[in-house]
Nanobody
Framework: DVQLVESGGGSVEAGGTLSLSCTASGTTYTTNLMGWFRQAPGKEREGVASIRSRTGQTFYADSVRGRFTISRDYGLRTVYLQMDNLKPEDTAVYYC???????????????????WGQGTQVTVSS
């Protein structure tokens, strides 16, 4: 099994920056895809960014491309999400997620991720 522990998040004004990190433990050799999702009140959980663990190939939702950066430290089993130029609509609970598929055609699809962190709140005020 895989456990994910997130850190970071918090509150910031629009235009500000926040960083999230997520460290995996357990049978992490099975985690070929790591990602970040978010869920705002009353909305579906949506994929924000993901990264293939071995190659470092990244994927982004259109809403965050150019503002968010996902990266990973393979040895530390940690994935990061740098969030720049934050907007009020970025306010949500952010979840770290891990999946097994290395070649999925849906790298931001919820069904591709098997393990989830508990979530961390990000609040952006206008």
């Amino acid at each position: 099994d895989v456990q994910l522990v997130e850190s970071g998040g918090g509150s910031v004004e629009a235009g500000g920056t926040l960083s999230l990190s997520c460290t995996a433990s357990g049978t992490t050799y099975t985690t070929n895809l790591m990602g970040w999702f978010r869920q705002a009140p009353g909305k579906e959980r949506e994929g924000v960014a993901s990264i293939r663990s071995r190659t470092g190939q990244t994927f982004y939702a259109d809403s965050v491309r150019g503002r968010f950066t996902i990266s990973r430290d393979y040895g530390l089993r940690t994935v990061y999400l740098q969030m720049d130029n934050l907007k009020p609509e970025d306010t949500a609970v952010y979840y770290c997620a891990a999946g097994q598929s290395a070649y999925t055609s849906q790298p931001l699809g919820r069904s591709e991720f098997k393990w989830w962190g508990q979530g961390t709140q990000v609040t952006v005020s206008s």
